[in-house]
């Protein structure tokens, strides 16, 4: 994990669709996957790329091993993954061998962290400095959540920190994002949950520093968002890095 990106390399424990609150790219490092949108026709593909706030399914042999990239709005490379799932078919993207070819290396090396991040500053470059479109105001949302997970902000206290009335923040929040605030602020809680549970190892003592109730109540929020419960994920991840580059 960093700051603003999070990669996933392993089996796909989820059943049933999803919602993420950030761009999504599914790599597979071995047999092609089913994928579909919505009620949309399955699909069969090696890469898929989901923008934010699209219901979505991916189903796979259990022993095949994929790779999940989620990136946030303030990630240099937003906005490349969004043009990304709007431009290409999901059988015809660019690049498609190289994207595959170094997700492998990474799982195959079992690179550091720092390798990591720079290997998808590789792929994913902006190279005439395009910045991610989510409107600043939602950005700087973004940085108060992730500052203070715990603490339950009220709309109308981030409305007159950002100078806009409730229902136009609310109505820019799920604009910008493609999901509703309170599922907006419980992405950025369960995020914060899984950046520090690499340093304390415990779910219950992650999910109450995030300001859950209980690590019941971060169960049932992790699983809306991924299909799958944290520990079926966490407990059996081999290597788990969280870059704790500053803001």
Same mark, same amino acid.
């Given at each position: /994990? ?6 996933? %390399? ?8 999803? %919602? ?15 994928? *579909? ?5 399955? $699909? ?14 991916? *189903?796979?042999?259990?022993?095949? @091993?994929?790779?999940? +990239? ?49 290997? /998808? ?6 190279? !005439?400095?395009? *910045? ?15 500052? !203070? ?5 009220? $709309? =109308? ?28 602020? /419980?992405?950025?809680?369960?995020? +914060? ?5 690499? /340093?304390?190892?415990? $779910?219950?003592?992650?999910? $109450? ?6 690590? =019941? ?8 968002? +991924? ?11 081999? %290597?788990?890095?969280?870059?704790? @580059?500053?803001?």
């Amino acid at each position: /994990m960093w700051p603003f990106e999070t990669l996933y %390399i392993g089996p796909i424990h989820a059943r049933g669709g999803v %919602i993420y609150a950030s761009p999504v790219l599914c790599v597979s490092l071995g047999e092609a996957f089913k994928y *579909r949108e919505g009620n949309g026709p399955w $699909i069969d593909s090696y890469i898929t790329c989901t923008p934010a706030g699209i219901f979505h399914e991916v *189903r796979t042999n259990p022993s095949n @091993i994929i790779a999940k +990239y989620w990136v946030e709005g303030e990630s240099k490379h937003n906005f490349c993954l969004t043009q990304f799932s709007s431009m290409f078919e999901h059988s015809n993207y660019p690049n498609q061998k190289s994207i595959i070819s170094t997700f492998n290396k990474i799982y195959e090396n079992s690179c550091t962290s720092n390798e990591v991040k720079t290997a /998808m500053d590789g792929l994913f470059n902006q190279q !005439d400095g395009t *910045r991610s479109k989510i409107d600043q105001r939602v950005l700087h949302l973004s940085r108060l959540l992730r500052n !203070d997970p715990d603490y339950n902000f009220s $709309i =109308a206290h981030l409305a007159s920190a950002v100078d806009l009335s409730p229902s136009r923040l609310l109505h820019l929040i799920k604009q910008d994002t493609g999901v509703a605030y309170r599922r907006f602020r /419980m992405w950025h809680r369960v995020r +914060y949950a899984l950046s520090i549970y690499g /340093m304390q190892n415990s $779910i219950t003592h992650s999910s $109450i520093e995030a300001g859950f109730n209980d690590s =019941a109540h971060f169960t049932r929020c992790f699983s809306s968002f +991924y299909g799958a419960t944290p520990s079926s994920v966490l407990k059996s991840l081999e %290597i788990y890095e969280v870059n704790s @580059i500053n803001n």
